[in-house]
């Protein structure tokens, strides 16, 4: 069984009594409702008599960073506040004891299949931990990280890294190296007296050695509610596959996540009522640094909210002359094309803007759609229907959208197979929303 407690994270917002007894620090009452789920779980097994014969991984993915070193929540860098996690492993007959050797998930499959007696498949890189559960010393592994949502998703420099013993190494425009066992903070970055050629040789032949030959098939198509349910949390590419390669200082994470903070900042203002505050933040960012791209999207959204869905669109383009690869910057400007009525530049952008990304995503087809539909391409727009449709079975909206795209032509030709489908494709709708 695999139990996924997902509450510990951005937004906090525990439930009660725990927001009340918590109301001055929600990130730890989402920590003490969790510990409270998990406390229910284990006593219901230990009611039922199971505790004898089960093993037991507590985990997590990574830690928040709750303004350490700049960053608030996680998924921009890599520092110990969200990279050292927490590990216990419970299996009947193993005694308590703490083990402070590094180790990562990739060891959590091969111990779980050597607690179980069962052979670990060849394909797995890590190692069992049982024989340090039972008290024997190993050799300790370098680990690897990385840290490149920031890159895919706004261009900034890559962070990768590794970890050997209690000393760790982060490569990017502005490289760090910590002896964790002196500086576990990471306050004192050693770089400066290293050979930084070393640890890169290492770091390289590391990333060489773990890289998965089969990572190329691992692409998959995505329905909508997937996609936006992984966007929503960070976790989609928003650039084309043309990103840059060279990076210099101006382009680490370091230096480029305080404007992606303050652009954050200016949404919070903004949904607290201070609507002209907001606004100039954002502008003040967008001034100061080109290639933030949520200042250019939280700026248009506020816009788009009071209906100035013009200078919406003036914001979106100014932010794609400057990242011109950045897929969210193109789909929401096409979006506002479409809602602004400006169908023949909706369609322009839609034909000029080819993005991998548009395989993917039913949202744009479907914009696209309506943009031919409204200049009296009707073959078009279906054909940008169904491959919405194609993208996304159970996406109401376009089957709503061809609905009326039938029941027009049904009226201008008197054609009953189209009335028929027109009928069939509301009834979808429906059934779905």
């Not at 998930?105 to 052979?119: A, F, R």
């Not at 933040?281 to 700026?299: C, M, P, Q």
């Given at each position: ?72 929540t996680h998924g921009y860098l890599a520092y110990n506040a969200t990279l050292w996690i927490p590990l216990t492993i419970f299996a009947p007959g193993l005694e308590h004891r703490l083990i402070r050797t590094n180790v990562g998930h990739i060891d959590i499959y091969p111990t779980v299949c050597e607690l179980l007696g ?37 261009g900034w420099a890559p962070i990768q890294g590794f970890l050997y013993k209690q000393e760790k190494f982060m490569d990017s425009p502005v490289p760090e190296i910590f002896d964790l066992e002196k500086d576990f903070e990471e306050r004192n970055n050693l770089a400066g007296s290293k050979n930084l050629a070393t640890y ?234």
């Amino acid at each position: 069984l695999w139990a996924h407690l997902f509450d510990p994270h951005d937004p906090y917002t525990p439930p009660e009594p725990y927001k009340t007894q918590f109301a001055a620090n929600a990130y730890e009452g989402e920590v003490a409702y969790t510990d409270g789920v998990v406390g229910n779980f284990l006593g219901r097994l230990e009611q039922g008599d199971r505790l004898a014969d089960t093993i037991i991984v507590f985990t997590g993915d990574h830690g928040e960073s709750l303004g350490e070193h700049g960053e608030k929540t996680h998924g921009y860098l890599a520092y110990n506040a969200t990279l050292w996690i927490p590990l216990t492993i419970f299996a009947p007959g193993l005694e308590h004891r703490l083990i402070r050797t590094n180790v990562g998930h990739i060891d959590i499959y091969p111990t779980v299949c050597e607690l179980l007696g069962l052979s670990k498949p060849g394909f797995l890189q890590g190692r069992s931990l049982l024989p340090l559960m039972r008290g024997k010393k190993a050799t300790e592994e370098p680990l690897y990280f990385e840290s490149l949502s920031p890159y895919y998703n706004m261009g900034w420099a890559p962070i990768q890294g590794f970890l050997y013993k209690q000393e760790k190494f982060m490569d990017s425009p502005v490289p760090e190296i910590f002896d964790l066992e002196k500086d576990f903070e990471e306050r004192n970055n050693l770089a400066g007296s290293k050979n930084l050629a070393t640890y890169r040789e290492r770091l390289e032949t590391l990333i060489r050695q773990q890289s998965s030959e089969e990572s190329l098939k691992a692409e998959k198509k995505l329905d909508r509610e997937t996609q936006e349910r992984l966007r929503s949390l960070g976790y989609l590419a928003s650039l084309s596959g043309d990103r840059k390669q060279a990076f210099g200082p101006g382009d680490d994470v370091k230096a480029l996540l305080p404007y992606h903070n303050e652009s954050m900042e200016a949404l919070d203002m903004f949904r607290a009522g201070k609507v002209g505050e907001a606004v100039e933040r954002l502008r003040e960012v967008i001034t100061a640094k080109k290639n933030i791209s949520t200042a250019y999207l939280n700026l248009a959204m506020i816009f788009k909210r009071q209906e100035r869905l013009s200078e919406a669109i003036a914001v979106l383009e100014a932010g794609l002359e400057n990242l011109p690869e950045n897929y969210d910057l193109f789909s929401q400007h096409l979006c506002f094309l479409y809602e602004a009525g400006r169908f023949n530049e909706a369609i322009q952008s839609f034909q000029a803007g080819r993005f991998p990304q548009f395989e993917f995503d039913p949202v744009v087809w479907n914009y696209a759609g309506l943009a031919y539909w409204k200049k009296g391409n009707a073959q078009q727009a279906r054909k940008c229907y169904e491959k919405s449709l194609a993208i996304d079975p159970k996406f109401a909206v376009t089957y709503h959208n061809l609905g009326t795209l039938d029941a027009f032509e049904f009226r201008r030709t008197g054609d009953r197979a189209l009335y028929q489908n027109s009928v069939e494709n509301f009834e979808r709708a429906i059934g779905l929303d």
